[in-house]
């Protein structure tokens, strides 16, 4: 049973930081590469960073680049996203998922909110 636990998330300030992590389960991580995504109330889900299975190459949306640094540990399961320079329009709760894995696939997400 594919299962993802994301946590890290909180209540920061603009310009704040945090740091997402996401362990996987129930397939062979190191084979996969992996992906988070966001979804803001009344919004579509957008996904915002991945990264290759073996974290060679990252990819990013244009709204986070040059702030957001996607990672992972092959030997923990466990994928990151680093947030730098948040802000408020990064409110969102935040999932990881496999890139190319089914779209219902997901864990219970993490809450991520920018407010002063």
């Known amino acids: 049973q594919v299962q993802f636990v994301e946590s890290g998330g909180g209540l920061v300030q603009p310009g704040e930081s945090l740091r997402l992590s996401c362990v996987a389960s129930g397939f062979t991580f190191s084979e996969h590469p992996m992906s988070w995504y966001r979804q803001a109330p009344g919004k579509e889900r957008e996904m915002v960073a991945w990264?290759?299975?073996?974290?060679?190459?990252?990819f990013y949306i244009d709204r986070v680049k040059g702030r957001f640094t996607i990672s992972r540990d092959n030997a923990k399961n466990t994928v990151y996203l680093q947030m730098n320079g948040l802000k408020p329009e990064d409110t969102a709760t935040y999932y990881c998922?496999?890139?190319?894995?089914?779209?219902?696939?997901r864990g219970q997400g993490t809450q991520v909110t920018v407010s002063s």
């Open positions: 998922r496999r890139r190319f894995g089914p779209d219902t696939e």
């Open positions: 990264i290759t299975s073996q974290g060679i190459s990252q």
